[in-house]
């Protein structure tokens, strides 16, 4: 009963809007749009316009037509030292390994980037023959196990980073410090797991367990992290090069800035990825309580860019149960430049959210290694789908966009968006985050919401630093002595 509980829930229980984590209308707008059948509702909404946390889009009286309105926005993503800048659609699809999901799902989804002309990032496990054969732009990922471009003892080594960065389908280089849905976790990959293909892909030791220890080696500091992103972009030879994170203490970001401030020094895109974000396994209390959320996370690193003046150099990429077209015009409203969806892609491939992903058992193929399920996903349907659903979503998301009146994501105001928070107030995103000026975190006085932050950030350590601060200037932030 316990087995079954999941399904019953699902297919007899579960109401169209309370599914978790995606419910069932957005799974079902999902597989319209990616077999391209009818996807218009019937009838009027089935949401409670006056719940909490209800979100609309201010339309216009003056809307667009629907022929003048943007269906493929393009972003540039590659700052001042990036000598192969990027053109990229404003959604792709966000990491996710060869080994989480099995090869025909990465096939797919990669010969459906190439269809779409979108990205496909390729998780921290490393860059397979399945990205590589499928002809679709690459995001190379690294994470802290730095698979495919590793010492045997697991350190960085650039030798082999440059043989695979300098492939032509490789168009920008990620730098995992941190995913959402297990910010600061790390994982070990048991040495069972560890096949002959996979000990090829990511450069280890067959028959031994392999760590992805929760933090870096090859930098400790927001300097160095910079001087690593200056190395790897110089042996991509200028390929653009960025970091992926959860916020945690938003000091780190902010000593980030500092750093470069300091050396002029810029990755060319951020990926802010939130605490709703997917994962194939992860410990409960790290998926449901460590990590900001997406809106509170985007807002505050496209505030803290634009205070230190560095958004001119930087692009940033929003990722968190991203999967319609709302969501997207949402978080361009907040500061994203583009966005990235994993699980919203995975149902494009026909993942149900049975909820298996870590049991090898995914009845759909998609987050499995049993050849058994893998051989029902078949590639040349399912790549045909994933380019729908992309297409159908940029669609509605230009759709959205003509509705208020605007052609390109970076006309979306804040105050374009309203939420509920009671039965009786409405705050626009921009009454929640208030912008701060351009220029403003460069000298005193600072944002009150920035102030403490700022005293405790340096460029010199990611760890929020409290000595020497002036507490008279900081008195409310002080923490009571004990003894
Ligand atoms: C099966 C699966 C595997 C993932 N693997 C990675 C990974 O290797 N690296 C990473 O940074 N994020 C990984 N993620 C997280 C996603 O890239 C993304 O940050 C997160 O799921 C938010 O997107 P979503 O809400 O659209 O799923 C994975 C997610 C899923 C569902």
Redesign the pocket.
């Given at each position: 009963m316990e087995d079954l509980r999941p399904k019953i829930q699902q297919y007899f229980i579960e109401s169209d809007t309370d599914g978790r984590p995606f419910s069932r209308i957005h799974r079902n707008v999902i597989y319209q749009r990616a077999k391209k059948e009818e996807d218009t509702t019937p009838f009027g909404t089935q949401l409670n316009v006056y719940d909490n946390d209800y979100e609309w889009l201010n339309h216009s009286i003056n809307a667009l037509p629907f022929n003048a309105a943007n269906y493929d926005p393009r972003v540039v993503i590659g700052g001042p030292a990036c000598s192969q800048p990027y053109s990229a659609s404003v959604l792709n699809i966000?990491?996710?390994?060869y080994g989480?999901?099995s090869k025909n799902a990465i096939l797919a989804l990669n010969q459906g980037a190439k269809i779409g002309n979108f990205a496909h990032?390729t998780?921290?496990?490393g860059l397979s023959d399945y990205h590589l054969n499928g002809g679709g732009d690459i995001i190379w990922?690294i994470?802290t196990g730095y698979f495919g471009c590793r010492t045997l003892d697991g350190n960085f080594d650039p030798e082999s980073f440059q043989k695979k960065a300098n492939l032509p389908q490789v168009k920008m280089i990620e730098i995992?410090l941190s995913?959402?849905?297990k910010p600061g976790h790390g994982g070990i990959l048991p040495a069972a797991k560890v096949t002959e293909e996979i000990a090829r892909i990511r450069l280890v030791e067959l028959g031994q367990d392999v760590a992805s220890p929760p933090y870096h080696r090859a930098f400790d500091t927001p300097l160095t992290l910079l001087t690593f992103i200056k190395q790897l972009r110089e042996l991509s030879n200028g390929k653009p090069v960025g970091f992926?994170l959860c916020i945690g203490h938003r000091s780190e970001f902010i000593a980030i800035c500092k750093a470069m401030v300091q050396t002029k020094i810029y990755p060319d895109f951020v990926t802010v990825?939130g605490g709703?974000?997917?994962?194939?396994a992860a410990p409960l209390e790290f998926s449901n309580h460590v990590g900001m959320p997406l809106r509170d996370a985007l807002a505050f690193v496209y505030d803290a860019l634009t205070g230190f003046d560095l958004k001119q150099y930087i692009k940033i990429i929003a990722?968190?149960?991203?999967?319609t077209g709302f969501d997207l015009v949402k978080n361009f409203a907040l500061g994203a430049d583009l966005c990235?969806?994993?699980?919203?892609m995975?149902m494009a491939l026909g993942c149900i959210q049975a909820l298996e992903?870590n049991t090898n058992r995914c009845p759909t193929g998609v987050?499995t290694q049993d050849p058994n399920l893998v051989r029902g996903l078949v590639v040349e349907d399912k790549k045909t789908r994933v380019a729908n659903y992309h297409k159908q979503t940029l669609k509605s998301a230009a759709e959205l966009m003509a509705a208020a009146g605007i052609k390109h994501p970076d006309d979306i105001h804040r105050v374009y968006i309203h939420r509920r928070i009671s039965p009786d107030r409405i705050l626009t995103y921009l009454d929640s985050y208030p912008y701060i000026p351009k220029g403003s975190l460069l000298k005193k006085p600072y944002a009150k919401q920035f102030e403490l932050l700022m005293t405790i950030s340096d460029p010199s350590s990611f760890s929020p630093n409290f000595n020497n601060l002036n507490w008279e200037e900081l008195e409310w932030a002080r923490k009571p002595m004990t003894n």
């Open positions: 966000s990491a996710m390994s989480a999901l990032n998780g921290e496990g990922q994470g995992k995913q959402g849905a992926k990825d709703e974000g997917g994962t194939g990722s968190g149960k991203i999967a990235n969806s994993a699980r919203g995975m992903c987050a």
